[in-house]
């Protein structure tokens, strides 16, 4: 009884000495493309992250597929809030129509829905960070789209490796998903 005493002591001890919290902010992707769509408003609804990629812990993927986290590093924001409002962003920067994250914060109903599905967002340690998942569009016109996306952006691996470098992919990514849904989602 007294060895379980200790280890639980010891257990409880070990959770006591944490790892000091930083925050992690993705850096903006530059917009580098104009895309006309066939929509002068574009609602986008918060999107849908895997359980994983919720939360504010920053996961890396081995090539077994066993995620692993560094203790202590974490996102700056809500990964699901933060990348509705980077979609909303680069959509209204490439297409110049009004685009907003729900809810609507404007008048009357916005001419077309978005919905993004992320099944899996992570940097993978051969060297690429990965989006992948599906995203839909609808408008009161019928105009009705669902495509699937699988993105993967490079991240410098080895001693160059950094978790910098997995945010400014994450960002890249993001924008590339912004570019995939203007272009054949909203066209």
């Not at 959770?15 to 002068?40: D, H, M, N, Y």
Request: aromatic content about 6%.
């Amino acid at each position: 009884m007294k060895k379980i005493s200790a280890f639980v002591v010891l257990a409880a001890l070990i959770g006591c000495t944490s790892v000091p919290e930083q925050r992690l902010t993705v850096p903006r992707a530059a917009i580098e493309t104009k895309q006309r769509i066939a929509f002068g408003s574009v609602a986008l609804r918060e999107v849908s992250l895997p359980r994983y990629a919720a939360g504010e812990q920053i996961y890396l993927s081995d090539s077994m597929g066993v995620l692993s986290t560094q203790p202590g590093l974490l996102w700056a924001d809500d990964p699901g809030r933060a990348i509705t409002l980077e979609l909303s962003r680069h959509l209204a920067q490439m297409t110049g129509a009004q685009v907003a994250a729900e809810p609507w914060p404007f008048g009357g109903l916005p001419e077309a829905q978005v919905e993004v599905r992320i099944e899996e967002m992570l940097a993978q340690d051969v060297g690429v960070f990965r989006l992948a998942g599906q995203y839909f569009v609808s408008s009161e016109s019928g105009r009705a789209r669902a495509r699937l996306f699988d993105l993967s952006v490079p991240v410098a691996t080895g001693e160059d490796a950094s978790v910098a470098a997995i945010a400014a992919a994450r960002g890249q990514a993001v924008r590339d998903l912004a570019v995939e849904i203007a272009r054949n989602g909203l066209r």
